[in-house]
């Protein structure tokens, strides 16, 4: 990679709830719930229209504030297997690379939720910068937050 390749980051995070993965797929492929697993201090918000439509090709746009500057936030659908998965892309917004798989697996009479996120930031050593400042400390506080919110629904 060179010194101005964009460096790839990854998430993972695995969580299992005592319920029925038809369910909390149901929970999951329903858009405008991002906003019940997003923290307060992004004031994320879903602009798409309800109800969204979910299958490979769909679009979703949202807003958010990061750190006071207001952004926004285009994803697409580029995978769907109703109850076992899906994954969307980044086609516009903060990052130059966000791709986001959602797993779902019936294990031990329940369901394992499994996401895994390979980002990467703009703007090449000043990218680099941030990342090592915030930007990976906030992706985990997100997914920290979302962990806490899914397991006091569903736990």
């Known amino acids: 990679m060179d010194n101005m390749a964009a460096r790839v980051h990854e998430i993972r995070r695995e969580q299992w709830l005592p319920r029925p993965r038809r369910e909390i797929f149901a929970f999951f492929s329903n858009a405008m719930n991002l906003e019940i697993l997003t923290p307060n201090w992004l004031r994320f918000a879903v602009l798409t229209p309800a109800p969204i439509a979910m ?19 285009k994803t697409g659908i580029t995978r769907w297997e109703p109850e076992h998965c899906f994954e969307d892309l980044q086609i516009s917004g903060p990052y130059a690379l966000w791709h986001h798989t959602h797993t779902f697996e019936e294990v031990r009479g329940g369901t394992l939720i499994t996401d895994h996120v390979r980002y990467s930031l703009p703007f090449g050593w000043i990218g680099r910068l941030a990342h090592s400042l915030t ?11 979302r962990y806490r919110r899914i397991e006091a629904m569903f736990g």
């Open 55 to 73: 299958h490979p090709g769909a679009t979703i746009l949202y807003k958010l504030s990061w750190h006071g500057v207001p952004l926004r936030w």
């Open 135 to 145: 930007v990976r400390r906030n992706v985990e506080e997100i997914f920290d937050y």
